[in-house]
């Protein structure tokens, strides 16, 4: 082997393991029973059946805070994947000017640091006067994942047909019946792109749910994480919470991955 | 013609994009069972006008009334009509068999009558035992059966069709053809059928309706707009033809290529200027000195497969296409003549430039969105004037720096010695220049008019 292709292997294996040592360092300690994060006290499981039986410390407040993450995540993105495929229609159909403003627009909140777009919902929030809570943290959260949803479904638009929700209109399709029926399934893969990224976006969410969930106590995973690890110390049976999240996500993406192959596969 | 023969009524109908006029003023009857064709160069305001009717577009000024009922505000899916679409627009999440059946479900059509009324069309488009078939895996001339099966099971009483061979080649568009007239004549149905294709319009229609700039520049049935085009762009859109400029001397006796012929052609008036075309397959050539008109040396001559096709050069210096059965060698010396029947005198639209104008000062007049100098000597600043320009004294020039105004070329006719261009200034107004130089359609050219070739007048009383 020549020394170029040695290098690149080693680059590409020093890469992977710089990024996925520290989640691989997560899941193998969650199979031990230290409290202590780096002590290897032999093979156990007890800290998945302290997690499951709820033996551990403060698992109700954990439990509502996984709840809250979800239902949150879940409304969010649902309303967030509406919202956001009726405004990329919309732009779709701009021209000129005001289409390309329309899509800077869309665009300046993805780039958006966090921070300021906390802070500006919860002065925004305060300035209105809606009292901090559920209802504010959707509200954000529908806020930051809209974009990517507009985002993910233009290019299903520009592949479309120009004509064929015209053509449901001319065969006797009212404009309701016609985007259900045609328009929908045809931006579907994007808007399920766009569903699947708001849904992981709300979930991975911290700074602008710190900001704008208000004094009533709502955590949502992170920021129960955060608190908990300010309180003198990660609580042991987080670890094998966020390898079993971990594992969740990586499933996904996985069956996601297949999916799309198989779909190539078959148009080609 | 009754009133109810009349299916779809097209009443002052206008539409601009921004400030570009699209359609203007348009009027058209539509008589029940016709296969009537809107043809034009892209840009003209064909598909406009068809989406106007199936209702996808709205006007800014102009009705439509489809059996009596005015129709102008009921939206697409009210309308009893169906649509083929350009590029098919076929649903592509659905097989063959549910894009037909897409508006029977719609109208809760029951489901035997559904599965009976796909497998007639199915038949009728030639395109049995393909109702499972996913739609892209189709070829380009079987969606478009599907597409037409789907807008037939509807039984519109009118079927639009958008360009609906574009796609196709040469070989599937002459098959397509002949079935979309056999498909019309056994379903009795009206057809309005758009496209830019002469040859398409002249091999399907009952009536064409041809269309330029905006505007409808000629309704009739085939063989009226082929013989008998009624202004230079018709006789240059439809087929090939020889357009020159005439003199009507008096009825049936007109002079152009500098000699004069028989032709059937009155109520011109007498020494009166007129556009006359010839096609290119009534020039005949004849060995008899008492047959011969004029004389010419053929320039060229070039095998098109059917026929020949020749460039002469007339012994007064014109210019000719001649097409024949029969090849002439090229360098010889012919004699031709022309049967007063095949010569088509048409009104000249006009005969010099005319503008508006006003006087903005000591020898300075407005038009055409800028101030050209000229003699003012008789008028007065502020005055509201027009300004006559012959067509051959404009000047195009290929750079800006010394022009008056800008614009593009957008339509030339060759006259047998010289090119009539129509170019299309900054301001959105024509100018129509006379002029040796060949340009291309689509040019930017520099105008430039001499002070001494603007003539000025006062506006005529009362015509304004």
Redesign the interface.
């Known amino acids: 082997m020549d020394w170029k292709k040695l290098f690149a292997k080693l680059y590409i294996w020093l890469l992977l393991i710089v990024l996925y040592a520290p989640i691989a360092f997560i899941v193998i300690f969650s199979f031990t029973e230290a409290k202590s994060l780096g002590n290897w006290t032999g093979f156990s499981t007890a800290l998945y059946q302290n997690l499951f039986n709820g033996s551990m410390q403060n698992a109700s407040g954990l439990l509502s805070a996984v709840k809250n993450t979800l239902l949150i995540a879940l409304v969010a993105s649902v309303v967030a994947t509406l919202l956001g495929t009726i405004a990329a229609i919309g732009i779709f159909h701009l021209h000129g000017t005001k289409k390309q403003t329309m899509t800077f627009l869309n665009n300046i909140p993805m780039i958006n640091p966090d921070i300021i777009t906390g802070v500006s919902l919860f002065l925004l929030f305060v300035f209105l006067g809606i009292s901090q809570g559920y209802t504010t943290v959707i509200l954000a959260h529908i806020t930051f994942c809209t974009p990517y949803v507009v985002l993910n479904v233009m290019p299903k638009l520009r592949q479309m047909?120009p004509?064929?929700y015209?053509?449901?209109?001319?065969?006797?399709?009212?404009?309701a019946?016609?985007f259900r029926?045609?328009l929908v399934?045809?931006l579907r893969p994007g808007m399920i792109s766009g569903f699947i990224l708001s849904f992981t976006m709300s979930l991975d969410d911290f700074v602008v749910t710190f900001f704008t969930r208000g004094t009533i106590g709502l955590d949502t995973l992170s920021t129960y994480i955060y608190t908990d690890a300010r309180k003198g110390g990660l609580t042991p049976e987080l670890k094998p919470l966020m390898s079993i999240i971990f594992l969740i996500i990586l499933v996904v993406l996985l069956v996601i991955n297949i999916r799309q192959s198989k779909q190539l596969e078959k148009?080609a | 013609m009754s009133q109810n023969d009349v299916i779809i009524k097209v009443e002052h109908l206008s539409k601009s994009f921004g400030d570009k006029t699209v359609l203007d003023d348009i009027n058209l009857e539509i008589k029940r069972g016709e296969f009537v064709t809107l043809l034009g160069p892209s840009g003209c305001g064909k598909t406009t006008m068809l989406r106007f009717i199936a209702g996808f577009n709205t006007a800014d000024e102009g009705k439509i009334i489809m059996e009596g009922k005015d129709i102008t505000d009921v939206p697409p899916f009210k309308r009893p009509l169906n649509t083929v679409f350009q590029r098919y627009a076929l649903f592509p999440h659905l097989d063959v068999y549910d894009n037909i059946a897409f508006g029977l479900k719609l109208n809760k059509v029951p489901e035997e009558e559904i599965d009976k009324r796909v497998m007639k069309v199915l038949k009728l488009v030639s395109m049995s035992d393909y109702e499972d078939r996913d739609v892209e895996s189709l070829s380009g001339g079987q969606q478009q059966r599907v597409a037409i099966a789907r807008a037939l099971i509807n039984q519109p009483k009118v079927l639009l069709l958008d360009e609906p061979l574009a796609a196709l080649d040469l070989k599937m568009r002459k098959d397509m053809q002949i079935e979309l007239k056999e498909m019309h004549k056994k379903l009795g149905i009206t057809f309005i059928y758009v496209t830019h294709d002469q040859e398409e319009a002249l091999t399907l229609s009952d009536t064409i309706v041809v269309m330029n700039e905006g505007k409808i520049q000629q309704i009739g049935t085939p063989t009226d707009i082929y013989n008998e085009p009624v202004n230079a762009f018709v006789a240059d859109f439809i087929g090939e033809s020889n357009i020159l400029k005439g003199r009507m001397i008096r009825d049936r006796r007109v002079a152009f290529i500098k000699h004069e012929f028989d032709c059937v052609d009155e109520g011109f008036g007498e020494d009166v200027k007129v556009d006359v075309v010839v096609r290119p397959e009534d020039i005949y050539f004849t060995t008899d000195p008492a047959k011969c008109q004029f004389k010419a040396k053929v320039n060229s001559c070039i095998f098109k497969g059917v026929h020949y096709e020749m460039w002469v050069d007339t012994d007064t210096g014109y210019e000719l296409m001649i097409q024949d059965y029969d090849p002439y060698p090229v360098g010889s010396e012919v004699m031709l003549y022309i049967d007063p029947d095949d010569i088509q005198v048409m009104k000249k639209e006009r005969e010099a430039n005319t503008y508006a104008a006003k006087v903005t000062g000591e020898g300075e007049v407005e038009f055409l969105g800028t101030t050209f100098a000229c003699d003012t000597t008789g008028f007065e600043e502020g005055d509201e004037v027009v300004a006559t320009i012959r067509f051959e004294k404009v000047d195009l020039l290929d750079y800006e720096e010394e022009a008056d105004t800008t614009g593009n070329v957008v339509f030339i006719l060759y006259m047998g010695n010289h090119y009539h261009l129509t170019v299309k200034t900054e301001s959105g107004e024509n100018i129509w220049v006379d002029t040796n130089d060949i340009w291309d359609k689509g040019d930017f050219v520099g105008i430039k008019i001499l002070p001494e070739d603007i003539r000025l007048s006062k506006p005529a009383a009362g015509n304004e």
């Open positions: 047909n004509n064929i015209e053509a449901a209109l001319d065969l006797g399709a009212t404009p019946q016609a029926k045609v399934p045809a148009k």
